[in-house]
């Protein structure tokens, strides 16, 4: 395909071919490299103007999600203790309480309501925050620029911002760990087990965090927000959820493959790769098309429909191989939680506006919406 500014670059559609692509070892992450392919003006300017946060496929273009091994090796192997089942299921009980506040409130004030302002927004800000050991109550001084990341216009300012925010907190929690031996969340233990050991630099913790803020955060909001649009939209979903609350562990893997939030990935080529009957060269741009291998048969028997009885096999909203998403199962415990209580507190929970008239937007990056006014 051609790019917008003439380069050329392989879109990969089939689920098969992008499945042993984000497994290949022969294929690079990094978003600095020169063939990397842009989809847009705006994407250059904002890779253009930050050198250190970049919004890349929900992350930032230096921890995770734009290098490739060994760094990121020694990255995950640093996060991954964190981030397992049985870590992140001791985190259950306090997002149940956050998910039912946040439904205690919306009952209280009654319909209508906003669900992003009031529910699909704050709630996985504040899963995020207790988990990160960052005070919610701060989160004016964050919560605006982590969104305003996505903005190539504001992009810079708000890294800026966000920077001198982390690092005051996390010079703060060295100090109280240089006190007490101990802190909060998981700054709290990366300051432990590896910064005041010398195997992680502050730096790079900030990094680390930058990104899980985000990539925690936007993608939840949006798969809530979005996916309960698409459960009132589509006849009957929302229903049978709330007829079989047991549905929903499936049903989230039919949502995410439904809304397939990033459409692409961006890859090069290290050396030539033959797939099918073609050859992707040493240097080749890809493109591998999340969406397009959602929406084949490959995946699923009804690719255009949403159905919750009938869940995919396999998706790619946590992408797959070695950069298979670290938080997957914090954003799935979540997301299970949040559902659980639309569907089981809100049965009668219906749109309050025509669909036509719901504003969103699009910038290549994650479609969002801006509002979901809602009634029950």
Known sequence: ?????????????????????????????????????????SHLHMRATREMA??????FAGVLFGVDPPEHTRQRRILLPSF???????????????????IDLMLREGPPADLVTAFARPVPMMVICAFLGVPYQERARFEEHARELFDPTRAERAQQELTDYLTDLITDKLARSAESG???????KLIRDHVRTGGLAVGELIEFTLAILVAGTVTSTQTIALGTLA?????????ALAAEPALIPGALDE???YLSLVEQLARVALTDIAVGDEVIRAGDGILIGFAAAHFGGDLTTHPDELDVRRPPSGHFAFSHGIHHCLGHNLARLQLEIAFHALVTRLP???LAEPVDRIPWYDDLTLPRLLTLPVSW
Do not use: K
């Open 182 to 188: 101990t802190t909060d969340g998981l700054l709290g």
């Open 231 to 239: 459960l009132l939209e589509e006849p009957g979903q929302f229903a």
């Open 84 to 102: 397992t089942t049985r870590r992140i299921g001791t985190h259950r009980d306090e997002i149940q309480q956050i998910v039912d506040e946040h």
């Open 348 to 350: 009668g929970l219906r």
């Open 255 to 257: 949502i995410m493959r």
């Open 1 to 41: 395909m051609r790019l917008y500014d003439g380069r050329t670059a392989w879109l990969v559609t089939g689920y098969e071919e992008a499945r042993a692509l984000l497994a290949d070892e022969r294929v690079s992450s990094r978003s600095d490299h020169p063939n990397h392919p842009v989809l847009a003006e």
């Open 54 to 59: 970049q919004e890349q496929e929900g992350g």
